[in-house]
Nanobody, 124 residues
Protein backbone atom coordinates (compact mmCIF):
# COMPACT_ATOMS: atom_id res chain seq x y z
CA UNK A 1 0.00 0.00 0.00
CA UNK A 2 0.89 3.64 -0.33
CA UNK A 3 1.96 5.48 2.78
CA UNK A 4 1.53 9.23 2.98
CA UNK A 5 3.16 11.64 5.39
CA UNK A 6 2.26 15.31 5.63
CA UNK A 7 4.55 18.04 6.87
CA UNK A 8 4.84 21.80 6.86
CA UNK A 9 2.05 22.74 9.20
CA UNK A 10 2.44 25.28 11.94
CA UNK A 11 1.26 28.54 13.41
CA UNK A 12 0.96 31.59 11.19
CA UNK A 13 -0.67 34.98 11.43
CA UNK A 14 -3.64 35.89 9.28
CA UNK A 15 -2.42 36.83 5.83
CA UNK A 16 0.61 34.62 6.15
CA UNK A 17 1.64 31.62 4.11
CA UNK A 18 2.52 27.99 4.59
CA UNK A 19 3.61 25.25 2.24
CA UNK A 20 2.43 21.76 3.06
CA UNK A 21 4.11 18.67 1.70
CA UNK A 22 2.74 15.19 1.20
CA UNK A 23 5.45 12.59 0.81
CA UNK A 24 4.53 9.15 -0.47
CA UNK A 25 6.25 5.82 -0.41
CA UNK A 26 6.44 3.43 -3.31
CA UNK A 27 7.06 3.69 -7.01
CA UNK A 28 3.49 4.00 -8.21
CA UNK A 29 2.57 7.31 -6.62
CA UNK A 30 2.57 9.05 -9.97
CA UNK A 31 -0.42 6.98 -11.03
CA UNK A 32 -2.65 8.28 -8.24
CA UNK A 33 -4.86 11.27 -8.07
CA UNK A 34 -4.21 13.22 -4.90
CA UNK A 35 -6.42 15.41 -2.81
CA UNK A 36 -5.96 17.64 0.18
CA UNK A 37 -8.65 17.66 2.83
CA UNK A 38 -9.01 19.52 6.08
CA UNK A 39 -11.00 19.22 9.24
CA UNK A 40 -11.43 22.26 11.43
CA UNK A 41 -12.55 22.31 15.06
CA UNK A 42 -16.07 20.99 15.33
CA UNK A 43 -16.40 20.58 11.59
CA UNK A 44 -16.58 17.76 9.12
CA UNK A 45 -13.67 16.94 6.89
CA UNK A 46 -13.87 18.90 3.67
CA UNK A 47 -12.20 18.88 0.31
CA UNK A 48 -9.59 21.57 -0.24
CA UNK A 49 -7.77 20.82 -3.48
CA UNK A 50 -7.09 17.99 -5.86
CA UNK A 51 -4.71 17.15 -8.67
CA UNK A 52 -4.82 14.44 -11.30
CA UNK A 53 -1.98 12.01 -11.73
CA UNK A 54 -0.34 13.95 -14.54
CA UNK A 55 -0.71 17.23 -12.74
CA UNK A 56 -2.33 18.90 -15.71
CA UNK A 57 -5.61 19.66 -13.99
CA UNK A 58 -6.23 21.00 -10.53
CA UNK A 59 -9.37 21.57 -8.53
CA UNK A 60 -10.12 23.78 -5.57
CA UNK A 61 -12.83 24.39 -3.08
CA UNK A 62 -14.40 27.80 -3.54
CA UNK A 63 -13.23 28.81 -0.09
CA UNK A 64 -9.56 28.52 -1.06
CA UNK A 65 -9.60 29.29 -4.76
CA UNK A 66 -7.13 32.01 -5.59
CA UNK A 67 -5.30 31.56 -2.30
CA UNK A 68 -4.13 27.95 -2.37
CA UNK A 69 -2.24 26.10 -5.07
CA UNK A 70 -1.72 22.37 -5.35
CA UNK A 71 1.15 20.88 -7.29
CA UNK A 72 3.02 17.62 -7.56
CA UNK A 73 6.48 16.36 -8.27
CA UNK A 74 6.13 12.74 -9.23
CA UNK A 75 9.89 12.27 -9.42
CA UNK A 76 10.00 13.05 -5.71
CA UNK A 77 6.78 11.22 -4.87
CA UNK A 78 5.42 14.41 -3.41
CA UNK A 79 2.42 16.70 -3.59
CA UNK A 80 2.40 20.21 -2.23
CA UNK A 81 -0.18 22.69 -1.08
CA UNK A 82 0.91 26.30 -1.12
CA UNK A 83 -1.36 28.31 1.14
CA UNK A 84 -1.35 32.07 0.91
CA UNK A 85 -3.46 34.80 2.47
CA UNK A 86 -4.37 32.49 5.29
CA UNK A 87 -7.42 33.20 7.38
CA UNK A 88 -8.35 32.05 10.87
CA UNK A 89 -11.06 29.89 9.33
CA UNK A 90 -8.33 27.94 7.54
CA UNK A 91 -7.29 26.51 10.89
CA UNK A 92 -7.59 22.75 10.61
CA UNK A 93 -5.80 19.48 10.38
CA UNK A 94 -4.79 19.06 6.76
CA UNK A 95 -4.51 15.59 5.29
CA UNK A 96 -3.45 14.37 1.89
CA UNK A 97 -5.07 11.41 0.24
CA UNK A 98 -4.34 9.27 -2.79
CA UNK A 99 -6.88 7.52 -4.94
CA UNK A 100 -7.07 5.34 -8.00
CA UNK A 101 -9.86 7.24 -9.70
CA UNK A 102 -9.14 9.13 -12.87
CA UNK A 103 -10.40 12.37 -11.40
CA UNK A 104 -9.65 14.40 -8.31
CA UNK A 105 -12.85 13.75 -6.46
CA UNK A 106 -14.21 15.94 -3.72
CA UNK A 107 -15.46 13.05 -1.62
CA UNK A 108 -13.41 11.17 0.93
CA UNK A 109 -14.72 7.98 -0.63
CA UNK A 110 -12.77 8.78 -3.79
CA UNK A 111 -9.50 8.12 -1.99
CA UNK A 112 -7.98 4.96 -0.63
CA UNK A 113 -4.82 6.06 1.16
CA UNK A 114 -4.59 8.77 3.79
CA UNK A 115 -1.88 10.49 5.73
CA UNK A 116 -2.07 11.28 9.43
CA UNK A 117 -2.48 15.01 8.91
CA UNK A 118 -0.62 18.14 9.88
CA UNK A 119 -1.97 20.95 12.02
CA UNK A 120 -2.35 24.41 10.56
CA UNK A 121 -3.27 27.19 12.95
CA UNK A 122 -3.94 30.72 11.76
CA UNK A 123 -4.08 33.17 14.64
CA UNK A 124 -2.88 36.64 15.57
Amino acid sequence: QVQLVESGGGLVQPGGSLRLSCAASGRTFSSYTVGWFRQGPGKEREFVAGIIRGGGSTYYADSVKGRFAISRDNAKNAVYLQMNSLKPEDTAVYSCAAGERWYAGRSTSDYKYWGQGTQVTVSS
